[in-house]
């Protein structure tokens, strides 16, 4: 068994990152969305980074997944109380991330490290990686002008209608040593693409530059599962923006926004009809169930896509 | 009735403030000790301030009256998790006023205003002000070199012997004009100086360049409360440091730091035996219970001191 790398962002990306994890401990590092990363009472808040590090370290809560377990709003209440801002409603547990964060970054230090550091704090054994030190920052167009993709999200509460994205910061940004090491690994496995919105959570990491040549040449398959099931996105907004941007919102929508970029895909059972249609695209398909409604269900969908990597590897040596 | 302007700091001083704010309300301007302030994270902490300002809008604890009623420590189980700093214990809504401070400072906003929205949004009528918008810093003189307030307090828990104290950049502060406009009222019938520690709680304020002049020259008497009680410090360390400055760790010791700057001086019944002994130094006496278990013995002794200072000030025109 050699290395994995998966691309995660999300609450649904997080729980694959962690069956992963579950089976390969060390072997597996998470490259993370920081396009949603947003700045507030001067502090630097990284949703997909404390997302996934809550997860693997299982403080995460169950129901909300983004936030640790038992979460309080007593800081929230007396920021109200002293006039300032009620919104995003912050959590007592979850400002300590951004607390530190921001002390390092206010000191020099590369976001990779300090994530690090608080992988190795939490006993966290795999790698947990930003996409880039430098910032990118996901903007949603709409009609009214394009707006940062946190404001679009807790201020507009993602009503507008979608006319596309940019991700600022992006053609500048470059991929961490440590991403760069993770993906030229000699006994690099498989990648795979977790569940998570393809516009706002996966996209941002395909934009800087060299990712995605990076993730053709390297021969690993390259796998994605996909977050909509039987036309609805379990969590979040994917398939309002796929309707909104003209796309089919289903998961043969989202394996198009992956086209020359996968080499498998994975779709839920009840998606089994569009099996053939979405293998028509030149890629392989594997039917599994993908909900992840508890620890077992990660584990096994984790299961499902490395064996599915592992096939596609086969193939590939019995057709040369 | 004119106007009061008290001087305070530490939990005995914002008790005495709020006894004084019941009586005056809007007339009572609370000018406040920032020589301990100290950043951590990067934020900006004024535990004197936050101590008054919690004081006066009845969200103090009863117990803890540094910190709000209920304090839970939610953040800082998560910023030891992550490995940050065990040290100072962060309270979680105590958090709130350091990070919107920041943010307000960040922002170019002088401590002033930042103090008074406080005091506006928790519905308190009296001027609480910082003694300057420029910082000042009390530094403990110790036989290990000089040492922050807040580091002795907290890192070295009070307990290397003081040989002096240092209060940098007082030589550069300036009274903000709201200070000078609370001394300078026509009406200003009395200052007191609470029961605080006099080193690091009072006399920054009094090594600004101009305030001692002020209190000196406004005609309206000047009265302290004595922080000691039978030779002990009701809170936190003046006995101590008396000692080991060679003061005399009494009542008397403390009007002896007063000096040339007091009308008159309170003390407790316990004391009563020092009274004329203080009296020879050339201010008058009051003598009454100084404890503040209750909130009633807040107004009680802040009855007992405008009392006090008006009788000195009906014995002057008598006089003249």
Excluded at 101 to 119: K, M, P, Y
Excluded at 222 to 240: D, E, F, Y
Aim: proline share 5%; net charge negative; glycine share 8%.
């Amino acid at each position: 068994m050699g290395r994995v790398v998966a691309l995660a962002a999300q609450v649904g990306g997080a729980r694959l990152a962690d069956g992963l994890y579950q089976l390969r401990g060390k072997e597996l590092t998470v490259v993370v969305n920081t396009g949603d990363d947003f700045e507030h009472l001067n502090l630097s808040f990284c949703p997909d980074l404390d997302t996934i590090v809550y997860t693997l370290a299982r403080v995460a809560s169950a129901s909300a997944g983004w936030e640790p377990e038992g979460e309080t709003r007593n800081v929230q209440a007396m920021i109200s109380a002293l006039g300032g801002p009620d919104r995003p409603a912050l959590g007592d547990r979850s400002l300590a991330a951004p607390l530190l964060r921001s002390e390092g970054l206010a000191a020099g230090r590369a976001l990779t490290q300090i994530t690090l550091d608080f992988c190795r704090r939490l006993g966290i054994q795999a790698r947990v990686l930003p996409m880039s030190d430098e910032a990118v920052r996901t903007y949603v167009l709409t009609s009214e002008g394009a707006v940062a993709f946190h404001d679009y999200f807790t201020e507009l509460a993602c009503e507008p209608p979608v006319r596309g994205f940019q991700y600022a910061g992006a053609d500048e940004a470059r991929l961490s040593d440590e991403v760069l090491d993770a993906l030229h690994a000699a006994d690099l496995e498989a990648v795979v693409i977790g569940p998570a919105n393809p516009y706002h959570a996966i996209r941002p990491m395909l934009e800087i530059p060299g990712m995605r040549e990076l993730l053709r040449s390297r021969g690993a398959p390259v796998v994605a599962v996909s977050p909509i099931i039987g036309g609805r996105a379990l969590k979040g907004s994917a398939g309002k923006m796929m309707r909104e941007l003209g796309r089919e919102p289903t998961a043969r929508g989202i394996a198009v926004e992956y086209l020359r970029l996968i080499d498998g895909f994975v779709i839920d059972n009840e998606d089994a009809a569009l099996a053939e249609s979405i293998a028509s695209l030149g890629m392989r398909v594997c039917t599994v169930p993908t909900r992840m409604r508890s620890a077992e269900d990660r584990v096994a969908l984790a299961q499902s896509v490395l064996e599915f990597a592992a096939a596609i590897r086969e193939a590939r040596i019995a057709e040369v």
